[in-house]
Nanobody, 111 residues
Framework: QVQLVESGGGLVQSGGSLRLSCAAS????????MGWYRQAPGKQRESVAT???????NYADSVKGRTTISRDNVKNTVYLQMNSLKPEDTAVYYC?????WGQGTQVTVSS
């Protein structure tokens, strides 16, 4: 089964940008949907963005206009470009194919 490894998190000031990467252990071209979720302390895990193999994309309202999800089926990697970051974006960000989850990468936005 595929393994997913996230990277790219870190500490950034409000208004800054980060690009998260999710590297898969095998080809993702046949995986129908890939997504990014996040979980802030004391809150439930929530969807941030998803992308299907045909390129259909959905964003959470809270990140729409500031975030871009993309997938590279050659590099077997899914990206999440986040701009204009806000303190409320602080969370652990997870990558998933709907069945398998990565270990997460911490994003902290300071005000």
């Amino acid at each position: 089964q595929v393994q997913l490894v996230e990277s790219g998190g870190g500490l950034v000031q409000s208004g800054g940008s980060l690009r998260l990467s999710c590297a898969a252990s095998r080809s993702i071209s046949s995986i129908y949907i890939m997504g990014w979720y996040r979980q802030a302390p004391g809150k439930q895990r929530e969807s941030v963005a998803t992308i299907t193999s045909s390129g259909i994309i959905n964003y959470a309202d809270s990140v729409k206009g500031r975030t871009t999800i993309s997938r590279d089926n050659v590099k077997n990697t899914v990206y999440l470009q986040m701009n204009s970051l806000k303190p409320e974006d602080t969370a652990v960000y997870y990558c998933t194919n709907g069945l398998v989850w990565g270990q997460g990468t911490q994003v902290t936005v300071s005000s």
